[in-house]
């Protein structure tokens, strides 16, 4: 059958447990869920998260009376633990019924800080009577609990009394015989040993009572009205508090088993890679070293490049020095060039002015020659008288012709000459663009070697630089080995540490496996 109640969902169905399972969970001051174990959560049908910051009556069940939860509360806000049984509901409507026990956790000032609830299996004569006693209460019936707790002692003590006082009268009415002085001694010793057992009966009840007062508790547990529940009752307490304690340790220590576990696995894990670690700082040792060899050789290198640079700066300065000689030198042919190209062309134009004079020297010896033919001419009309004219004639003809010839042979030389000199003014042109294209070609050259001779520099400085930071980077490489040897070192402790360490955990998980086998003993 299934059925609403303030709208939770209620059927007949009851679940069972076993009496080895223990259902433990803690909550807040406000009785808000802050732990559950595995079996709890099982039998509940919540998990962890459905239930954690949760308030606690969402497992309650609506047969159990708020009285019941009043006097719980009313023991646990002054401080003391309570024991009942309840009626939880499952989330899916059936309901299950555990013998709680609740109790306050206090800190080291002693203060409250919050609630612990241990449940164990219930018997069926409790829970036969908590569910007759629980109706009563939820229907304002008259309950076995405001019954009034008779004390049978009382009424024992009662009756021994008046036998005792019965059989004295006796004793003294019908005189002295033997029967009745013994029953008087033994009716008397009677009262007296129950006075006796009385007084402790009633220390021992008002023990119980310092255990745990709590009438409907006493009735439902012991089944009676009798001081004699408390004492019964007291008893389960007990009883319920060791459980309690058991259930919560063996909850702690399935918690530390599981994190030993874990520990042990973790331990081993750690000592797997400090191994791993181990190695590859022995990899990076070695390829350390191998680094700080080849910074010691490329800062080697890095120097010789740094000479070689200063000879080649010196190289090309002694290049450059050189040049500008050339420069100097072929400036100084370039103006004798231009001098020797201004002699030629005097020479030329004197040539020319020899030329103009040799022909003005021919003229003259044409002139002298046809003069001379008409001298001889007349001398040989004159006859015997021109005679000797006509030998002047004729000398003055022949030198006149030879001196022709002679300005003709001195004009062909000339002429040579002239052609020789304008062959030589040509040379000296080409020489002059020569010499000028080499001055130009010597500036660049001289140029490029300034322009080199700055590289070098530079470059000079930049393996200065570079020379400085490898030596630089050498003592930091050299720094680094030295770390990394004490890391190794250091992964080496950390190896042994971690070797300590599983073996620890594994020693603590062997503990904690003992302790969990001598825990479940007292279930």
């Not at 259902?23 to 998260?49: M, P, Q």
Request: charged content about 20%; some cysteine; overall charge negative.
């Amino acid at each position: 059958m299934t059925s609403t109640v303030n709208s939770q969902l209620i059927n007949s169905n009851e679940v069972k447990f076993p009496e080895s399972s223990i259902l433990l969970s803690t909550t807040d001051l406000n009785s808000n869920i802050t732990y559950a174990n595995d079996e709890f959560c099982k039998i509940a049908g919540y998990s962890l998260d459905e239930m954690v910051h949760k308030p606690h009556n969402l497992v309650r069940h609506s047969d159990m009376p708020k009285l019941a939860f009043a006097d719980l509360w009313h023991h646990l806000k002054n401080g003391q633990s309570w024991m009942g049984p309840v009626k939880n509901r499952c989330k899916n409507g059936d309901y299950y019924w555990v013998n709680a026990f609740v109790t306050p956790i206090k800190d080291k000032t002693g203060n409250i800080i919050e609630f612990q609830s241990v449940r164990t299996k219930q018997s069926d004569e409790v829970v036969q009577r908590a569910t007759a006693e629980y109706a009563k209460i939820n229907n304002n019936q008259k309950s076995h609990a405001t019954a009034v707790k008779y004390d049978a002692t009382l009424y024992i003590s009662a009756l021994l009394l008046i036998s005792f006082l019965g059989s004295l009268a006796a004793l003294f009415s019908a005189g002295f015989n033997i029967f009745n002085c013994v029953l008087v001694l033994f009716l008397a010793s009677a009262n007296g040993l129950m006075y006796f057992w009385r007084q402790k009966y009633l220390a021992l009840i008002s023990k119980a009572k310092q255990v745990y007062d709590n009438p409907l508790m006493a009735y439902l547990y012991s089944g009676t009205n009798d001081q004699s529940g408390f004492a019964y009752l007291a008893l389960e307490m007990q009883k319920a508090k060791l459980k309690a304690v058991v259930g919560r340790v063996n909850d702690v220590s399935v918690g530390v088993n599981y994190n030993a576990q874990h520990c042990a696995e973790s331990g081993h894990n750690v000592t797997e890679l400090l191994n791993k670690q181990t190695d590859e700082v022995s990899q990076i040792v070695v390829a350390t070293e191998q680094m700080t060899a080849s910074i010691d050789e490329l800062s080697s290198s890095t120097m010789k490049s740094s000479q070689t640079a200063e000879l080649t700066n010196q190289a090309t300065e002694d290049g450059s020095l050189a040049v500008r000689q050339t420069i100097n030198s072929i400036s100084e042919l370039d103006e004798k060039l231009n001098a020797a190209s201004n002699y030629v062309e005097n020479l030329i134009q004197g040539n020319q002015d020899i030329v103009a004079i040799l022909s003005e020297i021919n003229a003259i010896a044409d002139q002298t020659n046809l003069l001379a033919l008409n001298a001889a001419i007349e001398a040989a009309r004159a006859g015997e008288h021109g005679r000797g004219f006509a030998v002047v004639a004729g000398e003055v003809r022949a030198l006149a012709s030879r001196t022709q010839q002679s300005t003709e042979e001195i004009s062909n030389v000339l002429n040579q000459l002239t052609h020789a000199s304008k062959q030589a003014q040509i040379a000296m042109n080409d020489g002059l663009d020569l010499s000028a294209k080499s001055v130009k070609l010597a500036h660049q050259s001289g140029d490029s070697l300034d322009h080199i001779k700055a590289q070098s520099i530079k470059l000079s400085e930049l393996n200065s630089v570079v020379a400085q930071a490898i030596k630089e980077q050498l003592t930091a490489s050299q720094s680094i080995a030295r770390n990394i040897t004490a890391a190794q070192d250091f992964a080496h402790d950390c190896k042994e540490l971690g070797q300590t360490s599983q073996q620890l955990c594994e020693a603590l998980l062997s503990k904690v496996t003992e302790q969990t086998s001598l825990i479940s003993q007292f279930k």
